[in-house]
């Protein structure tokens, strides 16, 4: 046999079509791994990456969420680890293989294979909504693939004269699987159990299978749910359901479809419509190509039905504010995909690969735009990260309000050696919190998103300046960034006492050795200071600006003590250094003399000690 004609038995094998299949799931996994460090880690992310450290019960009691798409993250960064190029890694996998399953699961509904399957798998591998989710640490391309694979395995429930066992175990099984992925898997299974009420007016005698799968459901997720009751889980008291009563259920729910069509980030104009309204079009198509199969057709729109009312009766916005959270609608992607690709097959093959590629095409700018989001820099982590690695040191305590601030911590930075502390306390608490930090570290840095230092609603800024000092403070982005150090008290009477001017200062003798990016604490105490008169401490040579300092008016001084946290610059030389104190007038700048210098005084400067730093 020539080439030529093993070329045409090949086309005629419909051996094109099969190899054709391969085209949407990589072409999917390409757009999925495409720049996918760009984009910093959001904060539903960083909390799938928070539970990695903590116990099972945490996820039920924490979390709204089932445990099963975090334990399979657990597993995957357990092997490969948690940065988070590997850990978007997962979604961009489970996401292909929902394109695959997809075409698998339309063999399943059209009873055919070969070319047929390639068109839903390439709408599916062209839908930004599901581009969008395969990019994040998040469940959501898992729970899609979940939700083709359990339609792949019901339809032979629904249409076949004798399906086999193992059907009825992997449909059971993926149900329970996807419950244990996302509650709103539950739309899923609601979807399905009224096409299979109405396949039993054709298929009676398999009420028995029917049940047997409800009652292996049930027994599969009880372990969760009894959980959840046992740890008093946030899931039970969540009022999103509840607030959702403001929301135009109607106008809430084509919005939902639109961006499930078009992509969370779609216009909403003209362009953004138009992807709903062809796969709109396609799937009333799909749904007259299937009027004899009513089981069929209850099951399809069904998920398209529940999966959007339950995303629109959903609403995450504050107080009056609407918040849509469309991802909730998972489960009706792949029923509006399966439903499109049915109306495709009722047409010619002409038109039908127009359809197609137009739908690709109309897919392109919803496309672009998960692509290309913009990097939001005032919840960008990375800058804290960059500079937590620089300045931070082994046992430093970080406090985060947010469980979303430790997962990114512990993804950018996993082999750091800080300790993440939750900032979980309240008012009455709030001193025992403080002295334990104090017990069991000497600087604590504070992660402060949307609030500064000193905000009067907590607690624990009195607290800490009761004890310390803050050695630096700036703000990255969102966050304000706060080192805090804290300052041994002073023995009384203090160890030394020198005289400058009217005035004496105590203190306590100084480190002799530090490090670029430690901490000198400070702590003197001023007798008979001039009222009006400010007090400086210089961390330098004496012949050069100072490498750090501190400044406060002695009359805000509590008991005339000074307590200060002095940061050495990261990039300080190495070399000998002299910690100095001395008074000023304010209003002239003018300094107070040392009487009698001495050792390393210079003529306005006290000398407290030398410190040498060393690399």
Same mark, same amino acid.
Request: overall charge neutral; glycine content about 10%; proline content about 7%.
């Given at each position: 046999?020539?080439?030529?004609?093993?070329?045409?038995?090949?086309?005629?094998?419909?051996?094109?079509?099969?190899?054709?299949?391969?085209?949407?799931?990589?072409?999917?996994?390409?757009?999925?791994?495409?720049?996918?460090?760009?984009?910093?880690?959001?904060?539903?992310?960083?909390?799938?990456?928070?539970?990695?450290?903590?116990?099972?019960?945490?996820?039920?009691?924490?979390?709204?969420?089932?445990?099963? @798409?975090?334990?399979? =993250?657990?597993?995957?960064?357990?092997?490969?680890?948690?940065?988070?190029?590997?850990?978007?890694?997962?979604?961009?996998?489970?996401?292909?293989?929902?394109?695959?399953?997809?075409?698998?699961?339309?063999?399943?509904?059209?009873?055919?294979?070969?070319?047929?399957?390639?068109?839903?798998?390439?709408?599916?591998?062209?839908?930004?909504?599901?581009?969008?989710?395969?990019?994040?640490?998040?469940?959501?391309?898992?729970?899609?693939?979940?939700?083709?694979?359990?339609?792949?395995?019901?339809?032979?429930?629904?249409?076949?004269?004798?399906?086999?066992?193992?059907?009825?175990?992997?449909?059971?099984?993926?149900?329970?699987?996807?419950?244990?992925?996302?509650?709103?898997?539950?739309?899923?299974?609601?979807?399905?159990?009224?096409?299979?009420?109405?396949?039993?007016?054709?298929?009676?005698?398999?009420?028995?299978?029917?049940?047997?799968?409800?009652?292996?459901?049930?027994?599969?997720?009880? !372990?969760?749910?009894?959980?959840?009751?046992?740890?008093? #889980?946030?899931?039970?008291?969540?009022?999103?359901?509840?607030?959702?009563?403001?929301?135009?259920?109607?106008?809430?729910?084509?919005?939902?479809?639109?961006?499930?069509?078009?992509?969370?980030?779609?216009?909403?104009?003209?362009?953004?419509?138009?992807?709903?309204?062809?796969?709109?079009?396609?799937?009333?198509?799909?749904?007259?190509?299937?009027?004899?199969?009513?089981?069929?057709?209850?099951?399809?729109?069904?998920?398209?039905?529940?999966?959007?009312?339950?995303?629109?009766?959903?609403?995450?916005?504050?107080?009056?504010?609407?918040?849509? $959270?469309?991802?909730?609608?998972?489960?009706?992607?792949?029923?509006?995909?399966?439903?499109?690709?049915?109306?495709?097959?009722?047409?010619?093959?002409? +038109?039908?690969?127009? +359809?197609?590629?137009?739908?690709?095409? +109309?897919?392109?700018?919803?496309?672009?735009?998960?692509?290309?989001?913009?990097?939001?820099?005032?919840?960008?982590?990375?800058?804290?990260? $960059?500079?937590?690695?620089?300045?931070?040191?082994?046992?430093?305590?970080?406090? @985060?309000?947010?469980?979303?601030?430790?997962?990114?911590?512990?993804?950018?930075?996993?082999?750091?050696?800080?300790?993440?502390?939750?900032?979980?306390?309240?008012?009455?608490?709030?001193?025992?919190?403080?002295?334990?930090?104090?017990?069991?570290?000497?600087?604590?840095?504070?992660?402060? @998103?949307?609030?500064?230092?000193?905000?009067?609603?907590? $607690?624990?800024?009195?607290?800490?300046?009761?004890?310390?000092?803050?050695?630096?403070?700036?703000?990255?982005?969102?966050?304000?960034?706060?080192?805090?150090?804290?300052? !041994?008290?002073?023995?009384?009477?203090? !160890?030394?006492?020198?005289?400058?001017?009217?005035?004496?200062?105590?203190?306590?003798?100084?480190?002799?050795?530090?490090?670029?990016?430690?901490?000198?604490?400070?702590?003197?105490?001023?007798?008979?200071?001039?009222?009006?008169?400010?007090?400086?401490?210089?961390?330098?040579?004496?012949? #050069?600006?100072?490498?750090?300092?501190?400044?406060?008016?002695?009359?805000?001084? !509590?008991?005339?003590? =000074?307590?200060?946290?002095? =940061?050495?610059?990261?990039?300080?030389?190495?070399?000998?250094?002299?910690?100095?104190?001395?008074? @000023?007038?304010?209003?002239?700048?003018?300094?107070?003399?040392?009487?009698?210098?001495?050792?390393?005084?210079?003529?306005?400067?006290?000398?407290?000690?030398?410190?040498?730093?060393?690399?």
């Amino acid at each position: 046999m020539s080439w030529l004609e093993r070329i045409r038995a090949f086309a005629r094998a419909d051996e094109v079509g099969r190899w054709l299949g391969l085209v949407p799931p990589v072409l999917f996994f390409a757009l999925s791994v495409v720049d996918l460090n760009r984009l910093p880690l959001w904060w539903d992310e960083g909390g799938s990456l928070d539970f990695l450290d903590r116990p099972l019960s945490a996820i039920a009691a924490l979390d709204t969420h089932p445990p099963g @798409y975090h334990l399979l =993250l657990l597993v995957w960064t357990h092997l490969l680890g948690r940065e988070p190029f590997v850990a978007r890694m997962l979604s961009a996998l489970t996401g292909t293989l929902a394109v695959a399953l997809c075409g698998w699961a339309a063999t399943r509904w059209t009873e055919d294979s070969g070319r047929r399957n390639v068109a839903p798998m390439l709408l599916l591998a062209t839908s930004p909504f599901l581009l969008h989710y395969a990019r994040e640490v998040r469940m959501y391309g898992l729970a899609i693939a979940l939700t083709a694979l359990s339609l792949g395995l019901l339809a032979p429930l629904l249409s076949w004269p004798t399906p086999r066992r193992r059907v009825w175990i992997g449909y059971t099984l993926t149900l329970i699987v996807g419950l244990y992925v996302h509650l709103g898997f539950a739309a899923v299974g609601a979807a399905q159990a009224l096409g299979v009420a109405l396949s039993l007016r054709r298929w009676p005698g398999r009420w028995r299978g029917w049940v047997g799968v409800g009652l292996g459901v049930i027994a599969g997720v009880v !372990p969760w749910a009894y959980m959840l009751v046992s740890t008093s #889980a946030v899931l039970l008291a969540d009022t999103r359901l509840e607030a959702g009563a403001r929301v135009n259920v109607l106008a809430t729910s084509l919005e939902v479809l639109r961006q499930i069509a078009a992509g969370p980030s779609a216009q909403s104009g003209l362009l953004g419509w138009t992807p709903f309204v062809t796969l709109g079009g396609l799937a009333l198509v799909g749904v007259w190509a299937l009027r004899r199969r009513p089981a069929e057709v209850v099951v399809l729109v069904g998920l398209i039905f529940f999966g959007v009312v339950g995303a629109a009766r959903i609403n995450y916005g504050l107080a009056d504010e609407i918040a849509v $959270a469309a991802r909730l609608g998972f489960g009706a992607l792949p029923g509006l995909i399966l439903l499109a690709a049915l109306g495709l097959e009722q047409l010619r093959p002409q +038109l039908r690969w127009i +359809l197609v590629v137009a739908l690709i095409g +109309l897919s392109g700018p919803g496309l672009g735009r998960v692509l290309g989001q913009p990097i939001d820099t005032a919840e960008d982590f990375r800058p804290i990260i $960059a500079h937590l690695r620089v300045v931070g040191k082994p046992g430093d305590a970080v406090l @985060y309000t947010f469980r979303w601030q430790n997962g990114d911590l512990g993804s950018y930075w996993p082999d750091h050696e800080l300790d993440p502390v939750l900032r979980l306390y309240d008012r009455e608490d709030v001193a025992v919190y403080v002295e334990h930090l104090a017990a069991g570290h000497d600087r604590v840095w504070l992660l402060n @998103y949307g609030t500064t230092w000193g905000d009067p609603s907590d $607690a624990i800024y009195a607290e800490l300046e009761a004890r310390g000092a803050i050695a630096e403070r700036l703000t990255l982005g969102a966050t304000e960034v706060v080192l805090f150090a804290f300052v !041994p008290s002073l023995s009384d009477p203090s !160890p030394a006492y020198r005289p400058l001017g009217p005035a004496t200062v105590g203190f306590a003798p100084v480190a002799d050795e530090a490090r670029p990016g430690d901490v000198l604490p400070v702590r003197v105490r001023w007798q008979d200071a001039p009222a009006g008169f400010n007090t400086f401490l210089h961390l330098g040579a004496s012949d #050069a600006a100072p490498i750090a300092q501190s400044d406060s008016a002695v009359a805000a001084l !509590p008991d005339g003590e =000074l307590v200060a946290a002095l =940061l050495i610059p990261p990039d300080a030389p190495p070399g000998r250094y002299a910690l100095y104190v001395g008074l @000023y007038d304010p209003a002239t700048g003018a300094r107070l003399s040392v009487p009698a210098p001495a050792g390393c005084d210079t003529a306005d400067r006290l000398c407290l000690g030398t410190i040498d730093i060393v690399r």
